[in-house]
């Protein structure tokens, strides 16, 4: 399958400005052949923490949502993208609720007094409809940690054109357990929408490719580029294999990344170096309840 990957600036709360970069990447990606475009995380509202919990309307977000459904249906092609989502009220464990749940709710409606914004991907097929929602669960920096709360819910896997797949978000990827997370429900591709600044280039050319190798499948990692709000970000883009090997990379500009992906290279690293049917974690788990001086 060819994968498109879409790094580019976007205009923080400049919704029509996002959205025609968004078309203009899915038609050139449908026309070269790809079958899915991802986009970097939050792209769709501009990557502002902070600006988007005061001024982003919720009430807004499910036009938005259908507007990215109607291009992945004209353009012919899947689509992820990331934006903001309430999440659903959340009660202590005292009081009988169940954890927090991590699939939006369209956003309609302010969140409730008790709740706040998860950072979301979704994950449309050409036909517009959404075959997977994630919700990020590693949030980074203060003004995340200030504009946002995290999920609990691990990564989901679905069937996409014949390649298991799955999502995390930007911060998510850099913990090694959220990978082998999707990879041990049978992931073949992780799509990671991100954010990701300036100065942490050991990310993309080293993690990325470090995490998929150890859970032995294609990773995909979007990112902004230039200036947005008080960040700037590094680009950097990159598609790795399950062999850890660089299938595409973009540098700091603007940059339509294009990657074949499939399942037989996934299945080659698996039964070449067995890690995922190997692990122990039973015997993990136990180190790590071990009193660390024995």
């Known amino acids: 399958m060819l994968l498109a990957v879409l790094q580019a600036n976007a205009?923080?709360?400049?919704?029509?400005?996002?959205l025609r970069t968004i078309e203009d990447a899915a038609q050139?990606?449908?026309?070269?052949g790809a079958a899915l475009l991802l986009t970097p995380e939050l792209f769709p509202v501009g990557y502002a923490p902070l600006r988007l919990h005061t001024q982003l309307d919720p009430a807004t977000l499910p036009g938005i949502r259908e507007r990215l459904a109607d291009i992945a249906r004209?353009?012919?092609?899947?689509?992820?993208?990331?934006?903001?989502?309430?999440?659903?009220?959340?009660?202590?464990?005292?009081?009988?609720?169940?954890?927090r749940q991590t699939t939006h709710d369209g956003g309609a409606g302010p969140a409730?007094?008790?709740?706040?914004?998860?950072?979301?991907?979704?994950?449309?097929?050409a036909n517009g409809t959404e075959l997977l929602n994630?919700?990020?669960?590693?949030?980074f920096g203060a003004e995340e940690h200030k504009a946002f709360v995290g999920a609990q819910a691990p990564p989901a896997v679905v069937d996409f054109n014949g390649i298991r797949t799955s999502m995390l978000i930007c911060y998510d990827v850099e913990f090694p357990e959220a990978v082998r997370a999707a990879a041990t429900r049978g992931a073949e591709l992780l799509l990671v929408p991100t954010a990701l600044s300036a100065g942490f280039d050991n990310v993309p050319q080293v993690l990325i490719r470090a995490r998929a190798l150890e859970s032995q499948l294609n990773v995909a990692y979007?990112?902004?580029s230039g200036h947005e709000d008080i960040y700037n970000f590094l680009g950097g883009s990159v598609v790795a294999g399950p062999d850890g090997s660089l299938l595409a990379a973009a540098g700091e500009s603007d940059a339509l990344l294009f990657a074949e992906v499939g399942t037989e290279t996934v299945r080659a690293a698996r039964n070449e170096v067995p890690y995922l049917r190997e692990r122990q974690p039973e015997l993990y788990a136990a180190w790590d309840h071990r009193d660390p001086g024995t």
């Open 112 to 125: 409730p007094a008790d709740s706040g914004w998860h950072i979301t991907a979704t994950l449309l097929d």
């Open 28 to 32: 050139r990606a449908s026309q070269a």
């Open 134 to 139: 994630y919700a990020k669960v590693h949030l």
């Open 11 to 18: 205009k923080v709360l400049d919704v029509e400005a996002n």
């Open 74 to 99: 004209r353009r012919g092609i899947g689509l992820v993208y990331s934006l903001p989502a309430v999440a659903p009220q959340q009660l202590t464990p005292q009081q009988g609720v169940a954890p």
């Open 222 to 224: 979007a990112n902004h």
